[in-house]
């Protein structure tokens, strides 16, 4: 059985190129790994005085240099933010947490289509998972990868898929 | 059980500025229900000829159920309701009013609250203060005035909010600048408007010219139905006219004729009394429908809106 199926699921982030806004004043662009094209884009269409770029290689240094610059960012900046689809999350939650507005975090689509899958029976957040279903690196349990997606944990539910006879184990398809 | 009407007595009435009454509430059959900060009563007056029915702030602490008070603008160039409770109300007199709404809630996760005041827009902060306080949260109210006419409570709240307070008299020249309010903020400031409409379109462009997000805006503007040409509405399924005059609002005359539209704020802005038209090109006024939805020409919030057309077809 397939639930998936029954009810279109809405909490899937939709991406959508990121656009410059305009009225800002200052805008900081956030990045783990390489620039998107619609970010460098974005990035070279904001006058060099106002615009600052920060590199960083993972979400805790992330934290650490938003933690840092956190002060300097006025109420009419915007934040743009590349990376892997957790890290971008993650980067949101921090700046939703430091007063930011959902219209000053724009987020570029993530290059890589892999996951974090979170298991609802360990609680263990599984990382780069390309395929459903998928070993739970916490509990060994094979989950079902839904797009069920948390914003606040920047992962996808996982549930067991063969709890009830662990002979059945659906084909295994590529997540998209 | 839902409650949908309350009687009250009007225990007091004082003048609080020149053009502005502030009446205190009693319950008679049933107690007052505490409300959260920023919400409001819709007061039935009934006059010989019409029934008026206004949303006012309450002004109370939001936890007193001993009373309600509200306070109201004499507004002589209005469709009456105002002028009612300022001219035919008494101590001692028997109104009628709804449980509290509101529209017009605090963001509890600001990390500071700036509250922009416009005459009698003064009257939601009132019940923003006790909690603001309470919260200990960061806040400060700027209130625009004409001392000839409004600025109730204006020496209470200097005095109480100190520092935090900024008083501005138009009659005597002072002016606020509101592009400076914007200046130098820090990030979760989130700002809140009452008052004329003026003030909140002029207090938006700004906002929007100094890069501030949209989201950060708060406002509620009285939208009191405006007058307009008369109209006839058509009930779809029972092939009822309904005339609305050119003082009356569609959801006034819908109630007259005894027809039921739940509704909540009477000011276009709550959604709860929409319709859908069949028929009728719409004349939207209010504050509730997208500019999609209302290009679409399919949904009408007849508290406040009107029709373009001599007929407007309802599907209720």
């Known amino acids: ?176 | 059980m839902s409650v949908d009407s309350i009687a009250v007595t009007v225990a007091a009435i004082v003048q609080v500025a020149p053009a502005i009454r502030e009446f205190t509430l009693l319950p008679i059959d049933q107690p007052l229900l505490p409300f959260s900060p920023g919400s409001h009563v819709v007061v039935s007056m009934i006059d010989e000829h019409k029934v008026f029915k206004n949303a006012y702030s309450l002004i109370s602490h939001p936890w007193d159920t001993t009373s309600y008070r509200i306070a109201i603008r004499r507004q002589d160039i209005s469709r009456g309701g105002s002028l009612f409770m300022h001219e035919n109300v008494a101590v001692g007199d028997t109104l009628n009013i709804t449980p509290p709404a509101n529209m017009f809630a605090p963001q509890w996760f600001a990390k500071k609250h700036v509250l922009i005041a416009g005459g009698v827009g003064i009257t939601p902060f009132m019940s923003y203060l006790p909690e603001l306080k309470r919260r200990e949260a960061d806040f400060e109210l700027h209130y625009l005035y004409r001392s000839q006419l409004t600025g109730a409570y204006k020496d209470e709240l200097a005095k109480t909010l100190g520092a935090r307070y900024r008083g501005y008299d138009s009659d005597t020249g002072e002016r606020c600048d509101i592009a400076a309010l914007f200046a130098q903020r820090m990030l979760g400031t989130h700002f809140y408007i009452c008052g004329p409409e003026s003030l909140v379109k002029c207090v938006k462009d700004l906002a929007a010219e100094s890069g501030v997000p949209a989201s950060a805006i708060h406002y509620e503007a009285f939208s009191a139905p405006q007058p307009g040409t008369p109209f006839d509405i058509v009930i779809k399924s029972t092939g009822q006219v309904i005339a609305v005059d050119a003082q009356q609002s569609m959801l006034e005359a819908l109630e007259a004729a005894e027809v039921a539209v739940a509704n909540l704020c009477r000011g276009g802005v709550c959604g709860q009394c929409a319709c859908r038209v069949d028929q009728g090109e719409i004349d939207h006024r209010d504050s509730f429908l997208s500019k999609a939805e209302k290009k679409a020409g399919a949904t009408v919030m007849p508290c406040v809106s009107r029709a373009i057309s001599k007929q407007l077809v309802i599907d209720i």
């Open chain 1, 1 to 176: 059985m397939q639930p998936d199926t029954f009810f279109e699921v809405k909490s899937r982030p939709v991406y959508q190129p990121i656009k410059k806004r305009n009225p800002s004043l200052q805008h900081v662009f956030i990045v783990a790994g390489e620039m998107p094209e619609d970010m460098a884009t974005t990035y070279r269409h904001c006058d060099n005085t106002k615009r600052t770029l920060i590199l960083v290689s993972d979400s805790e240094k992330a934290k650490k240099t938003i933690a840092e610059k956190a002060s300097l960012l006025s109420l009419s900046a915007t934040v743009y933010v590349a990376g892997d689809e957790s890290f971008i999350w993650f980067v949101s939650e921090l700046l939703t947490a430091k007063g930011m507005l959902p219209e000053q975090i724009k987020l570029c689509a993530p290059v890589e289509q892999y996951r974090t899958v979170y298991c609802c029976h360990c609680y263990h957040f599984s990382t780069g998972v390309t395929h459903s279903p998928a070993t739970c690196a916490g509990c060994q349990r094979l989950l079902a990868v839904t797009d069920h997606f948390s914003r606040k944990s920047g992962a996808y539910l996982g549930y067991q898929v063969n709890a009830e006879d662990p002979a059945d184990i659906p084909e295994t398809q590529e997540l998209s």
